[in-house]
Structure formats: C-alpha cells, structure tokens
Nanobody, 122 residues
Framework: QLQLVESGGGLVQPGGSLRLSCAAS????????IGWFRQVPGKEREGVSC????????YYGDSVKGRFTISRDNAKNTVYLQMNSLKPEDTAVYYC???????????????WGQGTQVTVSS
C-alpha cells in the first residue's frame, strides 16, 4: 500500500521554527518529485516548495523564500521541510505529495499525505 505520512506540525510562536517530515511507505521517494503544499479553510491549496527527483533541484513559493528549506534523505525515504522565521500567515495544514516533476499546481501531483497542522501564534 502506497502511503505518505506527514509529521512535525504543531504550535509555535512567531519567529520560531519547525521541521516537517514526509515519510513514504510502499514506494521509494527518490524516484519522485516531492511537493509541499499548504491550505487554510476557504482558500485554495498553495504550493510551498518542491524538490525534484532528477537532480535535486529545489523550488520555493515567493512567500517562503529565504525562510523554508526542502531536503530529502533517501536512506530514510523521507523529505523534510525546515521552516524558520515562522509568521502567523504560515498557519495552515501542510501536505506533501508525489509528482513526476515539480509544479505549483496540485493537480500535477498523484499521491497525498493526510496533512499536518502548523499554527503560528503567540
């Protein structure tokens, strides 16, 4: 059974950091581009970051550039999203997903995790 599981979310104060993990079971993550998206109620899912399968190129949304870092550990079959200098507007449910290439469009991704809540508040 193919499965993606996100973890690492929680409550953090503005300016704080969190590291999200996206762990795969039933398949090998390194063969896929992995995207991170986030969504708040009433809004469309927003692309946050992506790491390609081919050369490990990374991409970031304008709102997170310079603050978030995506990486992969193939030995652990896991992709991470390091989030620093968090802002209240980063509050959302964060999802990881597999794709054939990096894209900001959710429809380009096939398998999705269940999401992890990130809340940035004092």
């Amino acid at each position: 059974q193919l499965q993606l599981v996100e973890s690492g979310g929680g409550l953090v104060q503005p300016g704080g950091s969190l590291r999200l993990s996206c762990a795969a079971s039933g398949f090998t993550l390194e063969h896929y581009a992995i995207g991170w998206f986030r969504q708040v109620p009433g809004k469309e899912r927003e692309g946050v970051s992506c790491i390609s399968s081919s050369d490990g190129s990374t991409y970031y949304g304008d709102s997170v550039k310079g603050r978030f870092t995506i990486s992969r550990d193939n030995a652990k079959n896991t992709v991470y999203l390091q989030m620093n200098s968090l802002k209240p507007e980063d509050t959302a449910v964060y999802y990881c997903a597999t794709g054939r290439w990096c894209s900001s469009w959710p429809t380009d991704y096939d398998y999705w995790g269940q999401g992890t809540q990130v809340t940035v508040s004092s």
